[in-house]
């Protein structure tokens, strides 16, 4: 359920008339000037902070912990989630999510390093990193203890904790009131229940979950109905992370949000979330701002970004009738200082758990608040998107004469983008569902991380009366490129992984590594080697060099705890590659599938990653969204 009542948005609450003495005929800039300053780190002297629960182990919670873990080794911090087996994934060697750079965070947190003695060689390695307490003298480094820890004892944990990160999923309502756009808050309402029943008075919630604005008022009248007369501040942090890049994202944000009450209690609360974030993060960095802005910033954040990739692939479709080239464009506009580069490269349109979610949520709080105009504007970002995925789609088949009856179409790539083994929401999905109504005789989908049980759930949405994969069905999910494009009539590039161009990876591409010598068991200092967002990628390290830092690694970090016997990840690692690994970084050999695709070798490029006059020299015929055909 969404945090409306009878179709009406709740009313802005009165401030707490036991926050601030004399409050009555005070003077609004002497309320204000009365309130501590949430980033003086003193704010928070008086509100301890040693554990820390997070509510939910997924794409926002497990990374979100593990780096907050990673910079604050005296603080405890525990993740919860009801479901075992994504508990236990956490534990093992195969976290359940995939990003680059997350498992040697994970693993340093949750595992612990060992003590080891440090001479000038691994200093050389480590590097004088400011802030960093590395020994200069040969001395030994102390161990770091592990403080991260996952859990489903989701009770007793709740009830240990200081300060609870609110990280559980917040889906579109699939029927009722709002079906389509509002935000389903059931696993929000779940959560908070939770906390209202086990937690201590006093402690801190933090609204990490994206939700609809306003939901910090539904959270405290569920606890004042658990429990009258308890305070509990609530808190508002919203996370702006992109899959691929979570965990530089979480390392070099571009800002931290903290939304609050103003009132004492919740900058006082407030003060104390910041502490934990400047152990990483330049407090110039850290923004706060109020409760209900907070809420709003993460969907107008997102709708922003979204409408920018609506507003190029509108472009791109004229590109097309006139001969002009979409990517000259973006280059051109991007060099505008006033708008910049960014989300703009035209393709199949944006997908994930993200943008088409929280501009559904936007449209629908529009239209709560009476303003179907605006609901309007911002519904037509998500037609522009839909309507880029199907013109695509249907050019595919006018293309092979307007019939798949009898051909095979090749899939390459399922997840909505790169670096991500997410298939929630992907814009093949859309691009495969036109498709099989043509009655192909095979569709052959290839993605180097997507399990293929993830796939299959998703093109669940697609059944009807006839079977849909394999071998009664047209799908089939194959376990390498090659074979998925042998004996096709088109190959279809529905993901921009790297390994699809037809060039060599750039340098920035390369996945994030952790140096371990670099940090001490008291303070880790700055841990990841992470690309900037420049134009310029930086210059890689020496082979040996890494090789010699990796070993040390491995000789510092605690064991990791070995895997079952019947484990199924271990089963299929020959069939499925992480992050990092050399057959995802290594480009596909194109000239090989030109041999094994049917005359007249069509490629359909939805990404634009294919170098148009490379494909053609190989035989290729290519279409590109936003381009004029090349063959």
């Known amino acids: 359920m969404s945090p409306f009542i009878g179709g009406n948005v709740y009313s802005l609450p009165p401030m707490d008339a036991m926050t601030l003495p004399q409050r009555a005929g005070a003077p609004r800039s002497s309320i204000h000037a009365s309130l501590p300053d949430i980033l003086d780190p003193n704010t928070a002297a008086n509100v301890s902070i040693w554990h820390v629960c997070c509510i939910g182990a997924g794409y926002v919670g497990g990374p979100t912990a593990a780096v907050m873990a990673l910079h604050n080794p005296n603080v405890r911090v525990t993740v919860v989630d009801r479901d075992e087996t994504r508990i236990n994934a956490w534990k093992g060697r195969h976290l359940p999510i995939h990003e680059p750079g997350l498992a040697s965070v994970v693993r340093l947190a949750r595992d612990g390093s060992k003590e080891r003695r440090q001479g000038a060689r691994g200093q050389a390695a480590a590097g004088a990193t400011k802030g960093s307490q590395t020994p200069t003298d040969g001395s030994s480094h102390s161990s770091r203890q592990p403080n991260l820890f996952f859990s489903t004892a989701c009770a007793e944990t709740i009830a240990n904790a200081d300060m609870i990160l609110v990280s559980v999923n917040t889906p579109t309502k699939l029927r009722g009131v709002g079906a389509g756009r509002a935000t389903d808050m059931t696993a929000v309402e ?67 949000v903290i939304g609050c009450e103003s009132t004492i209690p919740g900058h006082r609360a407030a003060a104390a979330l910041a502490n934990l974030y400047a152990s990483w993060v330049p407090r110039s960095k850290i923004a706060p701002i109020g409760l209900w802005s907070s809420e709003l910033c993460k969907l107008a954040a997102n709708a922003m970004l979204a409408q920018r990739v609506s507003s190029i692939n509108s472009i791109s479709a004229i590109c097309e009738r006139t001969g002009a080239d979409v990517s000259e464009i973006a280059k051109s506009v991007g060099m505008d200082a006033r708008i910049g580069s960014q ?82 929401e992907s814009p093949a999905l859309d691009v495969i569902r036109i498709l099989l109504e043509e009655n192909p005789r095979c569709v052959a989908i290839y993605d180097p991380l997507c399990s293929a049980a993830d796939i299959q759930r998703e093109l669940r949405v697609l059944e009807d009366d006839r079977p849909l994969m394999r071998p009664d069905g047209p799908v089939q999910i194959m376990s390498s490129a090659y074979e998925a494009c042998a004996d096709s009539n088109a190959v279809l590039v529905l993901t921009d992984w790297d390994m699809f161009k037809n060039s060599r990876p750039v340098a920035g591409s390369k996945p994030v590594e952790v140096a371990v010598d670099q940090f001490d068991g008291a303070a880790p200092a700055s841990i990841l080697r992470l690309p900037l967002r420049s134009e310029k990628p930086p210059t890689p390290p020496e082979t040996p060099k890494m090789q010699t830092l990796e070993s040390e690694q491995d000789d510092r970090l605690v064991p990791e705890p070995p895997c079952p016997a019947d484990c199924t990840e271990c089963q299929t690692s020959g069939q499925r590659n992480d992050i990092g690994s050399k057959d995802i970084s290594t480009p596909l050999d194109w000239a090989r599938i030109s041999k094994s695709v049917k005359e007249p070798s069509w490629v359909f490029d939805g990404r634009g990653v294919l170098d148009a006059r490379a494909m053609v020299g190989m035989g290729f015929r290519l279409e590109t969204l936003g381009r004029a055909s090349m063959y």
């Open 190 to 256: 779940g959560a908070v229940r939770d906390v209202a029943i086990h937690a201590r008075p006093g402690t801190i919630l933090v609204e990490k979950s994206t939700v609809p604005c306003k939901t910090g008022q539904l959270i405290k009248d569920i606890l004042e109905a658990y429990r009258p007369g308890i305070s509990f501040p609530v808190l508002s942090n919203p996370e702006f992370l992109s899959e691929g890049t979570a965990i530089r994202d979480l390392m070099k944000p571009d800002r931290v």
């Open 343 to 424: 989300f703009l490269k035209a393709g199949l349109g944006f997908g994930g758990s993200c943008f088409r979610k929280d501009i559904a949520s936007l449209t629908y709080l529009a239209e709560s608040l009476g303003l179907p105009e605006v609901a309007a504007y911002w519904q037509q970002v998500l037609e522009m998107n839909n309507f880029q995925r199907d013109r695509f789609a249907r050019h595919v088949i006018s293309s092979l004469n307007n019939t798949l009856r009898g051909k095979k179409i090749a899939i390459l790539g399922y997840a909505f983008k790169k670096n991500t083994g997410d298939a929630r």
